[in-house]
């Protein structure tokens, strides 16, 4: 039995067998990011669209206001969001 201890320890395919082993964890490891970032991507549009959203209908309901300055408000809002979002350009405008 010591004489196979003797050539697996001796044995020249380690260093390959370290490499492709290490490779394979790299790139397990950038698959798993792939799908995080993705995921994070997906989150971050979400909450977007939804702090868009809310922004939108606080601003439409300053144009309901009675209050002269609240109402530019609302106008100034809605500009706004037409500026920094171009699929809200359409219901704005």
Same mark, same amino acid.
């Given at each position: ?6 050539? $697996? *320890?001796?044995? /020249? ?5 370290? &490499?492709?082993?290490?490779?394979? @964890? #790299? ?22 669209? $939804? *702090?868009?959203? /809310? ?5 439409? &309901?300053?144009?309901?206001?009675? @209050? #002269? ?25």
């Amino acid at each position: 039995m010591s004489q196979h201890a003797g050539k $697996v *320890a001796k044995w /020249d395919g380690w260093t390959t067998f370290g &490499a492709i082993v290490t490779a394979i @964890g #790299v790139l397990a490891g950038l698959y798993f990011t792939n799908h995080s970032l993705q995921a994070t991507t997906a989150q971050n549009d979400a909450t977007r669209r $939804v *702090a868009l959203t /809310d922004e939108f209908n606080k601003a439409v &309901a300053a144009l309901d206001s009675a @209050g #002269v300055n609240s109402r530019v408000a609302g106008i100034f809002s809605l500009e706004q969001i037409a500026i920094g979002s171009p699929q809200m350009r359409s219901p704005i405008f």
